[in-house]
């Protein structure tokens, strides 16, 4: 993986992974430019609903903020390819009727865009999306060369793994202050997305030799090594 970072003027930041330039935005999603494709990792879908149906008074609204987020980089962008990398649903219980006319509304609001599922975890258990939502589903790895799009990053791939899964979070320590921050890791064969969701939480994770964080902070994603420099 390059070490070149070029700060982009939106808060987003560009490196290079397998030869291709990718844009590290700090609406926790990944953009391609060459085949304008994003990525998001663990949106999932639902979850407050399911948290509901279980008798957890969880405030609604999550998947409304999941779809606006979403309209805006698509509009940003020009994206003409949205790949979900894993956990579309949170559980059976997520395909509640007003998340499910949620979603169609949005679909009917961007017919040509091509949408791709790489089944998660998650997937098996809630199923797959709804056919009206004509997103094409896939098992993992989904390759487009020189990338394998996954949900899992420690699977072994014949090419660059993207992924999702773990959350990955960084916490940040000033004093006796401390934030938790969402980031992505970007390491020799594989870089893992922050999810997506609006209700997913996150978990620190335990780094390969090689890995790089990105932190996203407020409107900006910041290499790690940046933000130790302006201390």
Known sequence: MSAHITPIADGACAIEL?????????????????L????????????????RALGVPVPGGTTADNLERLDRLLAAHGVAHLVFLGDFLHAKAARAPATLAELASWRGRHPALRLTLVRGNHDLHAGDPPEALGIAVADEPFALAPFQFCHHPELDAPGYVLAGHVHPVFHLAAGRDALRLPCFVAGGRRAILPSFGAFTGGHALRLAGDDKLYLVAGDKVLPHAMLNAGR
Do not use: S
Not at 38 to 46: E, K, M, N, T, Y
């Open 36 to 51: 304008r494709l994003l990525a998001v990792a663990d949106i999932h879908f639902g979850k407050a609903a399911a948290f």
């Open 18 to 34: 397998a030869g291709e330039t990718v844009l590290l935005l700090p609406e926790k999603a990944l953009f391609w430019p060459r």
